[in-house]
């Protein structure tokens, strides 16, 4: 399993962007699916969750600026970031989890989000 992020870049404060991740491979069945980033230094954290059946999650950093939307038909997972902020730089990772028992996460390469003020 394969996963390709695509998105990431430099943005000036207040800005957008919108982060995709697209995975491939031997896919029965993708669960959740998400973005996770991290800091230099740090360990990584989690930027949005969205569920099989939709249930999202956002920590209360981004809540009302970032949205999370997936396209199970092409195994592929959004992350809309609007009125970026210099604290929202980072390097971003997408996740899935197959469904397959027991799950597995897949991580994909990290994409690069810069906010400059």
């Known amino acids: 399993v394969q996963l390709q992020a695509s998105g990431g870049g430099l943005v000036q404060v207040g800005g957008s962007l919108r982060l995709s991740c697209a995975a491939s491979g031997s896919i029965f069945s993708i669960n959740d699916m998400g973005w996770y980033r991290q800091y230099p230094g740090k360990q990584r954290e989690l930027v949005a969750g969205?569920?099989?059946?939709?249930?999202?999650n956002f920590p209360d950093s981004v809540k009302g600026r970032f949205t999370i939307s997936r396209d199970n038909a092409k195994n592929t997972v959004y992350l809309q970031m609007n009125s970026l902020k210099p604290e929202d730089t980072a390097v971003y990772y997408c996740?899935?989890?197959?469904?397959?028992?027991?799950?597995?996460?897949?991580w994909g390469q990290g994409t690069q989000v810069t906010v400059s003020s």
């Open positions: 996740y899935v989890v197959l469904g397959q028992k027991p799950p597995h996460l897949y």
């Open positions: 969205i569920t099989t059946g939709g249930y999202t």
